[in-house]
């Protein structure tokens, strides 16, 4: 027998490594039961940040995109840049395609690792698509098996990224969508397989040594956690994208401020260490210009390096309002009380299917008169509401164990 045989080697892509809490915790669920299913399996990852995964678990990582310029330089001419991309960016390229063959040929497996990495929220045709494009092509050149897992797809507004999507998922053996709201839209763009399959995300088959137990509250003043976003617009691109997020931030603040003011505190999180520290420090200059301090308690901010650090957090809670996809789900599994401010279809798609539907609302229509009628209301709720998105989240581990046993008898 081979030692390719003996010992599979199996290759994750996704963007872990960057800061993204969420992304970090489904690369560990997978790793985890990875793990569980093939004790000698050779695992690496290709990656955003490949520095940081090797450190973080302990694998081998290469970088998705090799040879970016770092920072743009002085300006040139539309001719030097033009010329620059014959000259340069082309072959560059051609490198690029050789060497994800080269890796690809070590291979046994190539999994696109769950998230949200078939819509465009954030990403750019020429950007993550591309790429997975590009490996999807020299997995399948390779003879590697290749798998999307429990993705998350659209919207995808760009034609050029459907296109690059839909033809990456074309080539693989086998394709999950983490709800029902991705399968359907790719088939409302026109890619339909009636063999496609509908699993949990991957973060709800996270160990449950890794799941802290919540704190009791025990009479005492109830914590609400607020867990924060810098977000701007759906699409990134509008004019007033500014006056989008300085509302954002105004409603949190009266949210903050009525928690306070009833007798609650508030402990805010955040699911992205690089982009959500704007927002943390913008919400604080908001909340002392009226008179709100943090050095009375009423108010935990402490940072958060690490998806253990928020789980950490979210343990010290008794209900949590979110919007980042992850924190919305690892308070599903932490405190089981969550409303939802939801910035894509996948937050609500991600809370209907727990029956907490009611108790969404959209970021850019967000109404603090409601969203305080439905923290209430819920928290009235929760002796009811925990046993039942309990029982919902442990069948989601149930279905994700059937499908690593179906993947991984691939190998």
Same mark, same amino acid.
């Given at each position: 027998?081979?030692?390719?045989?003996?010992?599979?080697?199996?290759?994750?892509? *996704?963007?872990?490594?960057?800061?993204?809490?969420?992304?970090?915790?489904?690369?560990?669920?997978?790793?985890?039961?990875?793990? &569980?299913?093939?004790?000698?399996?050779?695992?690496?990852?290709?990656?955003? *940040?490949?520095?940081?995964?090797?450190?973080?678990?302990?694998?081998?990582?290469?970088?998705?995109?090799?040879?970016?310029?770092?920072?743009?330089?002085?300006?040139?001419?539309?001719?030097?840049?033009?010329?620059?991309?014959?000259?340069?960016?082309?072959?560059?390229?051609?490198?690029?395609?050789?060497?994800?063959?080269?890796?690809?040929?070590?291979?046994?497996?190539?999994?696109?690792?769950?998230?949200?990495?078939?819509?465009?929220?954030?990403?750019?045709?020429?950007?993550?698509?591309?790429?997975?494009?590009?490996?999807?092509?020299?997995?399948? @050149? +390779?003879?590697?098996?290749?798998?999307?897992?429990?993705?998350?797809?659209?919207?995808?507004?760009?034609?050029?990224?459907?296109?690059?999507?839909?033809?990456?998922?074309?080539?693989?053996?086998?394709?999950?969508?983490? %709800?029902?709201?991705?399968?359907?839209?790719? /088939?409302?763009?026109?890619?339909? =397989?009636?063999?496609?399959?509908?699993?949990? %995300?991957?973060?709800?088959?996270?160990?449950?040594? &890794?799941?802290?137990? !919540?704190? #009791?509250?025990?009479?005492?003043?109830?914590?609400?956690?607020?867990?924060?976003?810098?977000?701007?617009?759906?699409?990134?691109?509008?004019? #007033?994208?500014?006056?989008?997020?300085?509302?954002?931030?105004?409603?949190?603040?009266?949210?903050?401020?009525?928690?306070?003011?009833? %007798?609650? =505190?508030? =402990?805010?999180?955040? *699911?992205?260490?690089?982009?959500?520290?704007?927002? =943390?420090? #913008?919400?604080?200059?908001?909340? &002392?210009?009226?008179?709100?301090?943090?050095?009375?308690?009423?108010?935990?901010?402490?940072?958060?390096?690490?998806?253990?650090?928020?789980?950490?957090?979210?343990?010290?809670?008794?209900?949590?309002?979110?919007?980042?996809?992850?924190?919305?789900? @690892?308070?599903?599994?932490?405190?089981?009380?969550?409303?939802?401010? +939801?910035?894509?279809?996948?937050?609500?798609?991600?809370?209907?299917?727990?029956?907490?539907?009611?108790?969404?609302?959209?970021?850019?229509?967000?109404?603090?008169?409601?969203?305080?009628?439905?923290?209430?209301?819920?928290?009235?709720?929760?002796?009811?509401?925990?046993?039942?998105? /309990?029982? !919902?989240?442990?069948?989601? !581990?149930? &279905?994700?164990?059937?499908?690593?046993?179906?993947?991984?008898?691939?190998?």
């Amino acid at each position: 027998m081979s030692n390719k045989a003996k010992s599979p080697v199996i290759s994750l892509f *996704g963007v872990f490594g960057a800061g993204n809490l969420g992304n970090e915790c489904t690369l560990q669920a997978l790793l985890y039961n990875l793990r &569980e299913h093939l004790p000698g399996a050779k695992v690496n990852c290709i990656c955003t *940040g490949p520095g940081e995964v090797t450190a973080t678990y302990g694998i081998d990582a290469v970088p998705i995109k090799t040879g970016d310029r770092k920072g743009k330089g002085p300006a040139r001419s539309k001719i030097f840049r033009i010329l620059r991309k014959i000259v340069v960016g082309i072959p560059t390229d051609l490198l690029r395609w050789r060497r994800a063959v080269q890796v690809m040929r070590g291979a046994d497996m190539l999994v696109m690792v769950g998230t949200g990495m078939l819509g465009d929220f954030g990403i750019s045709a020429f950007g993550l698509h591309y790429e997975i494009l590009r490996w999807s092509i020299a997995a399948k @050149l +390779s003879g590697t098996k290749l798998l999307f897992l429990s993705v998350g797809a659209g919207p995808i507004h760009d034609p050029l990224s459907r296109r690059f999507v839909k033809a990456a998922l074309s080539l693989a053996d086998y394709r999950s969508y983490r %709800d029902s709201f991705s399968k359907e839209y790719m /088939e409302s763009i026109g890619f339909k =397989r009636n063999a496609d399959r509908v699993y949990p %995300d991957l973060a709800f088959s996270l160990p449950r040594t &890794e799941i802290p137990k !919540r704190h #009791d509250r025990n009479g005492g003043r109830p914590v609400i956690g607020v867990g924060v976003i810098t977000y701007f617009d759906r699409r990134s691109q509008a004019e #007033d994208a500014d006056e989008v997020y300085r509302n954002y931030i105004g409603k949190i603040a009266d949210l903050v401020r009525w928690l306070i003011d009833h %007798d609650y =505190r508030v =402990r805010l999180l955040i *699911g992205d260490v690089v982009y959500d520290q704007r927002v =943390r420090e #913008d919400l604080k200059v908001v909340l &002392e210009a009226q008179g709100v301090s943090y050095r009375d308690g009423r108010i935990i901010d402490e940072p958060a390096e690490s998806m253990g650090d928020v789980l950490t957090q979210l343990a010290s809670t008794d209900m949590l309002i979110a919007s980042r996809f992850h924190n919305v789900l @690892l308070g599903l599994m932490v405190t089981q009380l969550v409303v939802a401010i +939801s910035y894509h279809q996948k937050v609500e798609a991600l809370v209907s299917g727990v029956g907490l539907q009611d108790f969404c609302q959209d970021i850019e229509e967000l109404k603090i008169d409601k969203l305080i009628e439905q923290v209430t209301t819920l928290d009235k709720m929760r002796d009811a509401v925990r046993p039942k998105i /309990e029982a !919902r989240t442990e069948a989601y !581990r149930t &279905e994700l164990d059937e499908q690593y046993a179906r993947i991984f008898s691939m190998v």
